[in-house]
């Protein structure tokens, strides 16, 4: 009996045993290549921010889905005016912020409103431009009027820059962001990582993960071996080089190239001379060998643009022949432009690979035609405030990252400094345009207008190299917003 005993002892250890090492995990580690400047997605340009906090700490009336796709947030539902100027929409009930303070119709005026005033530091304070008037109907309804109806508002609300934050802790969002979503912040190691953990008071459906780290790994020799030792788990965002050759091999990974909104740029300041010469923009143009820059820069992977176009929008039209490499003819147009002799500027590269790698290879190319470029590498705050807010620069290369965002090239303080009357009233139609078909033509025209105007050195869509733990279900393959999110990320039983 005694013996009976011991070896069913032994049987429901055994089974304990076995049941404890199937449980599911449900903590993660992400490596990612570039720490936030702060932690407010409504208050900063860097995709970065996105990255980490969208619709995992902070929520939106709408928000963006994996196959791009607008989908329903903290507004649980809406309906538009027969003229397509008001949106009223019924807010979801029992929703908390993070710190404990109710969430409703106040939060919401309070953010559209602050995003959209004219002190607002709002990097896409265009988004909310179209906005008339927002007004509390009751607790849980909002009114927004619209100045003229614009076809892709409920698709802008659903940028990370259109998040809802509440008054108590809209001003300390950049070192403690407080939101809505199902997961709150934990802490900021600064210089080594982002901790955020489940929200257990989560209005919606609770997600499978306990807690989330975003480690801060800069370059591929440390993101490979912390890969291969377990210690991240996922590389969501991660060109590792020829290293990915290794990591493919390897079963315990999945490897999924997927596709991006960035637009990969030579962005040039089209207002400071000689760069305001169209003659000397096209010549910049026929020097650049994309297909050189795509394998330097992205491992192969990156796909030719001809202007500031996703080719995984339906609208996309393949424009990269407007200009294509041809040294000689660039030669000849610095010539006609008065530059036989060359031209010497500067170009500021931000930390990024794509950058850092691509600007090394543009500037040989440019080098070959007569054109010497300065290299200077400058960290994120340097970037963003002498390029994007100063628009100190002559050159830069930078992947823009946001959706469907051609419309940056109307901005009259953007940092292009690019003018073109006709490229405007593109856009202004496009904005007040809801028929699919028509705006499917304007988006096209707005392409053509950019591309022959040689606004700036359109070179690849970035692509999206994803490495994580084969276990590891629910990351986005394809990246339709600048976004992490982890909502309906789990690890297999």
Known sequence: MSKLKTLAAAALVSVALCGAAAAARTDLVLG???????????????AAIDEVLYANVFEGLTRIGARGEVLPALAESWTVSDDGKTYTFKLHAGVKFHDGTTFDAEDVKFSLDRARAENSTNAQKGLFEAIDTVEVVDPATVK????????????????????????????????????????????WAKGSSITIVKNPDYWGTPVALEKAEFRIIPDAAAAVPALLSGDVQALPNFNLGDALAQVESDPRFKVVIGSTEGETILATNNKKPPFDQLKVRQAIAHAIDRKAIIDGASGGFGVPIGSHFSPANAAYIDLTGTYPYDPEKSK?????????????????????GYARDGGQIVASQLRDVGIELEIIPVEWADWLKQVFTDKDYDLTIVSHTEPNDIGIYARKDYYFNYDNPAFDKVIEELNLTSDDARRTELYQQAQKILADDAVNGFLFELPKIGIWDAKVEGLWENSPIQANDLTQVKWAD
């Open 144 to 187: 927004v009027t619209l100045k003229n109806p614009q076809g892709a508002f409920l698709y802008n609300m659903g940028w990370g820059d259109a998040v809802i934050v509440a008054p108590e802790s809209a001003e300390t969002n950049k070192e403690k962001p407080v939101g809505t979503g199902p997961f709150k912040f934990d802490n």
């Open 32 to 46: 990612v290549p570039l720490e936030p400047p702060h932690l407010d997605p409504t208050a900063g340009a860097a």
């Open 332 to 352: 000849a147009l610095l010539k006609e432009a008065g530059f036989e002799n060359g031209i010497k500027a500067t170009l500021k590269l931000p930390p990024v």
